[in-house]
């Protein structure tokens, strides 16, 4: 691209953004995305089975600090169990940086000091396995002992999309890309009937409120209707925090300033349909 051989590049690392934006012969199009990308916490755990512990991980962790910091701003904190992107979305609340409520909720919860292992995958997403040692440190500062794994994607979906046993890791890097912009997608995450090795809810999450909700959107054609019962159900799920919820990536691509009408979608696709010379 710099050398004038292409006119476009998508997904180029991240740690060259900043020269990329400063460059003013290329234009950087940071792509929203519907990846959500979040610590998957085993919710059969003894420690994680209380969301008042799983409260505390989300408030110990200072996400857009990480976004700016270790994503080089290649992503946006969610606000939600899912992406903007999709119908369904409603913002459902805010778990903001604050580890002085984190050791009070672990406090309550009995739960100081305690053992976690936190496994990423390295490669797969933006700066994953980077992201997954910033978390642990945050998670190390409001007094838990974690430890972190990394391995290639095989080893790592071996591990974690099957059923609960005493290899079971407790929490988990894990990024999820509905195909369809439609809530549907991003639910199946918050189902029984996916908990692994039937599906990839790999939190062992469930909630009969939640349940009942989403068998209702299942049958709905009010598309109105629908879309309120996929907002209350986020709500419940934002409460229950069986992630610790973090970001959505961003689809970077970079094209010289020689042309345009390039673009991107949430499916994570560029869109050039429209490319054309720029005019002077």
């Given at each position: 691209l710099l050398a004038g051989q292409v006119d476009m590049i998508i997904l180029p690392p991240v740690s060259d953004l900043e020269a990329l934006r400063n460059n003013p012969e290329v234009n950087v199009i940071l792509g929203d995305s519907d990846?959500?990308?979040?610590?998957?916490?085993?919710?059969n755990d003894p420690v994680l089975?209380?969301?008042?512990?799983?409260?505390?991980?989300?408030?110990?962790?200072?996400?857009?600090?990480?976004?700016?910091?270790?994503?080089?701003?290649a992503g946006k904190v969610v606000d939600a169990p899912m992406s903007s992107a999709l119908f369904g979305y409603c913002s459902t609340g805010s778990?903001?940086?604050d580890p002085e409520r984190a050791r009070q909720l672990?406090?309550?919860?009995?739960?100081q000091g305690a053992s976690l292992e936190l496994l990423t995958p390295s490669g797969r997403y933006v700066q994953d396995?980077?992201?997954?040692?910033?978390?642990?440190?945050?998670?190390?500062?409001?007094?838990?002992?974690?430890?972190?794994?990394?391995?290639?994607?095989?080893?790592?979906?071996?591990?974690?999309?099957?059923?609960?046993?005493?290899?079971?890791?407790?929490?988990h890097l894990l990024g999820w890309a509905p195909?369809?912009?439609?809530?549907?997608?991003?639910?199946?995450?918050?189902r029984s009937a996916t908990h692994p090795p039937a599906g990839l809810g790999t939190s062992f999450y469930t909630n009969p409120a939640v349940e009942q909700l989403l068998a209702q959107a299942d049958v709905e054609i009010d598309q109105a209707v629908r879309e309120r019962l996929y907002c209350d159900a986020?709500?419940?799920?934002?409460?229950?925090?069986?992630?610790i919820f973090l970001w959505t990536q961003s689809f970077p691509v970079v094209h010289s300033t020689d042309v345009t009408g390039i673009g991107t979608t949430p499916t994570e696709k560029f869109d050039a349909i429209h490319a054309r010379p720029a005019t002077s």
């Open positions: 990846r959500t990308i979040f610590i998957a916490l085993d919710n089975s209380n969301p008042t512990v799983r409260q505390a991980l989300n408030y110990a962790v200072d996400k857009q600090t990480i976004v700016d910091s270790v994503l080089f701003g778990y903001g940086y672990l406090a309550q919860a009995g739960a396995a980077q992201a997954a040692e910033a978390i642990a440190g945050y998670l190390r500062e409001v007094g838990l002992t974690v430890t972190v794994s990394t391995s290639d994607f095989p080893s790592f979906l071996a591990r974690v999309n099957a059923a609960p046993s005493a290899n079971t890791v407790d929490m195909a369809i912009l439609d809530a549907d997608q991003q639910m199946q995450q918050f986020s709500k419940i799920i934002w409460e229950d925090a069986p992630w």
